[in-house]
């Protein structure tokens, strides 16, 4: 089992509504999670980060962590064809220390005008 | 600001020579990381560093070597190239923790 999982997609969104992006993870102890955007042939950029259980919201983002379920979601409101990329999750599981920080393939997302 | 830059950002590689990729920062961040990514595969973790003399074996380590000297530079080697290595490698740092990665703007490297 990968130790991120996530919808490889893709999912498509038209102009204006919301996009769910799901991530499940198997480190029960992880710490910190992310989400990445990745556009075709740039390198990954950081949009939200979250450490504690419950919603987190920045902007048209809204990351919502839940650990019990080992879950964390990414909600894009209003969304925009420029939000069209790759998004990616990150976790930092137990390792003996939380050293590592380990990814899951990604959703790519298209919003549809 | 410079932040986080790799060298080169391409380059084709005959099987079974060595190279060394080329990562360094200016943001004085104690962890560094190499990934890897292939389609469909996502950022594969090779091996990292938390701090300056320390380093670290990711998800897949094997066909690849790193050393960190001091805290600026992480070079990757691959010390004899086979084709199964040709994927775009990204380099990235972070504060202590981790927190928030920074990438640099990737190598494409091409094993023929």
């Known amino acids: 089992q990968k130790e991120v999982e996530q919808n490889s997609g893709p999912l498509s969104v038209p102009e204006g509504a919301i996009a769910s992006l799901n991530c499940t993870y198997s480190?029960?102890?992880?710490?910190?999670f992310f989400w990445y955007r990745q556009y075709s042939g740039k390198s990954p950029e950081l949009i939200m980060s979250?450490?504690?259980?419950g919603d987190k919201e920045d902007g048209r983002f809204t990351a919502q962590l839940n650990k019990a379920s080992q879950y964390v979601s990414l909600l894009i409101r209003d969304s925009q064809p420029s939000d069209s990329a790759t998004y990616l999750c990150?976790?930092?599981?137990?390792?003996?220390?939380?050293?590592?920080?380990?990814f899951g393939a990604g959703t790519r997302l298209a919003v549809h005008p | 600001t410079a932040g986080i830059t790799q060298a080169p950002t391409s380059q084709i590689l005959a099987a079974g020579r060595s190279m060394t990729l080329r990562c360094t920062q200016d943001?004085?961040?104690?962890?560094m990381y190499w990934y890897r990514q292939d389609l469909g595969l996502g950022l594969r973790l090779i091996h990292y560093?938390?701090?300056?003399?320390?380093?670290g074996k990711g998800e897949v380590p094997d066909g690849y070597s790193v050393s960190r000297a001091n805290t600026d530079d992480f070079p990757l080697t691959l010390a004899s190239a086979v084709p199964s290595q040709t994927s775009v490698y990204f380099c990235?740092?972070?504060?202590?923790?981790?927190?928030?990665?920074?990438f640099g703007q990737g190598t494409r490297l091409t094993v023929v």
């Open positions: 990235a740092s972070s504060d202590s923790g981790p927190q928030e990665a920074f």
């Open positions: 480190d029960r102890v992880s710490q910190s």
């Open positions: 979250i450490y504690s259980n």
């Open positions: 990150a976790v930092t599981p137990w390792d003996g220390g939380y050293n590592k920080l380990i």
């Open positions: 943001m004085r961040h104690n962890a």
């Open positions: 560093s938390n701090t300056a003399g320390t380093t």
